[in-house]
């Protein structure tokens, strides 16, 4: 039998749609995780998925040499997700699954397993997509990182000096 174009497409539609299925059969219980150790709301994966975020996105600079990090932002979401409706909280805990997983396919990791360089790039892309719907999703999560980044304590003051509108928590 001849091994044409075709039958390569065809199989890689049904390993591709194989192994979707069984990611999202190993995936598919994001909903039911318990709180990790510290949190109320989110697991464990879920405040490394944001510890690296936030230190992918807000690193140290030399204007501001406070890393995300460090600074306990996944603390701040969770307390965040405390005062939203489940609604809210499940929509925005599908966010931080999707995008820990959305490097895998091409970088063989998740999100939080890769070095500084490779989230980097890996939120640019996001937040430079073609798709609407990926810039948007990256860049509430943005937003929401950001909110605890730039009213933190140790990097609130930086703000202030730049903006007299009163940076505090």
Not at 98 to 114: C, G, N, S
């Amino acid at each position: 039998m001849k091994f044409t174009r075709r039958h390569v497409f065809a199989v890689t539609a049904l390993t591709t749609g194989a192994a979707a299925a069984t990611a999202g059969v190993v995936g598919a219980r994001w909903w039911d995780r318990p709180a990790g150790m510290g949190y109320r709301h989110l697991s464990d994966d879920e405040g490394a998925f944001l510890r690296a975020f936030a230190g992918a996105t807000y690193p140290a600079t030399n204007a501001i040499p406070h890393d995300g990090a460090d600074l306990d932002l996944d603390q701040y979401l969770d307390d965040a997700l405390g005062a939203m409706v489940d609604t809210q909280r499940n929509l925005i805990k599908v966010l931080l699954h999707a995008l820990d997983t959305w490097p895998r396919p091409r970088r063989l990791y998740a999100f939080a397993d890769l070095d500084r360089v490779q989230q980097q790039e890996v939120v640019d892309h996001w937040t430079t997509h073609f798709r609407g719907e990926v810039r948007q999703a990256a860049t509430s999560l943005v937003l929401l990182v950001g909110m605890g980044y730039t009213t933190h304590p140790k990097v609130a003051p930086f703000f202030a000096a730049l903006h007299k509108c009163g940076y505090s928590r």
